[in-house]
């Protein structure tokens, strides 16, 4: 019998529309500001001199961390002046908390990484409750910095929908160079939980996969338990296409950067690495779209990826390129 309690979160995305994309701007802006001062003073804290191993040293939890954090920075209910005050005034509690959590997380990798000071941050606002409610599949209630103060504004929604007993957790607004996008993730009950050696004991089929370097570069085949193969199998086509167009845009790019080098304008060449993310996106959702349908035709429930190396990673896809359909895989 299935063991129950399962659960899967996967991310909806949303078009959000509103008249005034620059107050979501405005209000990313002020997050990543936040951000940045609560990763600057984290690593401050519990970043050591830079030569001890921050899994050697004993750092808080995140619970922890954001009590420490809010009482060196915000003033207590006794009107105490802060230690270390936040540089910005009116910030809603859940919009500091966001930040504060999503500085944590910065920091701790940062620090294992072995790095001591922080870097500019341009990530998506995280959207708490209290910073958001009337959530639906057509609207949602957002607060947001308009530039003068903290406004209630509502949003229309469109080009998805949230399940009906999902469970909605905390959304985020993606501000893109033209469009606003809201990415709700949702917490969904699994009514099969079995993992991968479960589901083959019980005699389901797999899917084996395998990632070339040419323009069939990833190659599908359904088997049974003891990895005999089951049917045809797939060769997915395109990965010559996407290394063809990559080095067009690659092209140009180039010659950007040689025109626009003395410029000092950061954003000069802005839309064709845009454009190289979009061609990612788009090659990697179609093959992985064809992947999981000959999944459902073959009724192959497990997905069987290979186990590389260090040295793949290491070696292998640096000689194939960045744009390469290596690399994509």
């Known amino acids: 019998m299935p063991p129950s309690g399962c659960y899967a979160i996967t991310t909806r995305k949303f078009n959000l529309i509103h008249d005034h994309r620059d107050w979501f701007a ?87 990484r072995g790095e001591t000071e922080s870097s500019e941050f341009h990530q998506s606002i995280t959207y708490y409750k209290g910073m958001y409610k009337d959530l639906t599949d057509r609207s949602v209630a957002l607060k947001v910095w308009n530039g003068e103060k903290w406004v209630w504004t509502e949003c229309k929604l469109s080009g998805n929908h949230i399940p009906k007993d999902a469970q909605v957790m905390s959304p985020s607004v993606v501000v893109k160079e033209k469009t606003l996008e809201l990415h709700v993730p949702v917490k969904e009950e699994v009514s099969d939980g079995r993992n991968a050696k479960e589901r083959m004991a019980a005699g389901e089929k797999i899917c084996a996969v395998v990632f070339t370097n040419e323009d069939a570069c990833v190659v599908c085949c359904a088997a049974d338990r003891y990895g005999d193969p089951i049917g045809r199998a797939l060769f997915i086509r395109g990965g010559k296409e996407y290394a063809h167009t990559c080095r067009q845009v690659v092209e140009k790019l180039e010659k950007s950067r040689e025109s626009t080098a003395h410029d000092g304008n950061a954003k000069a060449d802005q839309k064709y690495w845009m454009r190289l993310k979009h061609l990612n996106d788009s090659f990697s959702h179609l093959f992985s779209r064809k992947v999981i349908d000959y999944c459902v035709e073959q009724g192959a429930k497990v997905l069987v990826l290979p186990l590389y190396r260090d040295t793949y990673s290491s070696r292998v896809m640096p000689r194939a390129g960045n744009y390469s359909p290596l690399h994509l895989s």
């Open 26 to 112: 405005d209000t990313q802006t002020l997050y990543n500001n936040v951000l940045g001062f609560y990763c600057r003073l984290y690593m401050e804290l519990w970043g050591g001199n830079g030569s001890e191993d921050a899994a050697a040293r004993r750092l808080p939890n995140n619970r922890e961390a954001m009590g420490i954090l809010e009482g060196l920075t915000i003033s207590g209910r006794n009107g105490k002046t802060p230690e270390k005050p936040l540089p910005y005034d009116k910030v809603p509690l859940y919009f500091r908390r966001a930040a504060i959590n999503a500085a944590i997380a910065a920091a701790k990798s940062a620090l294992a």
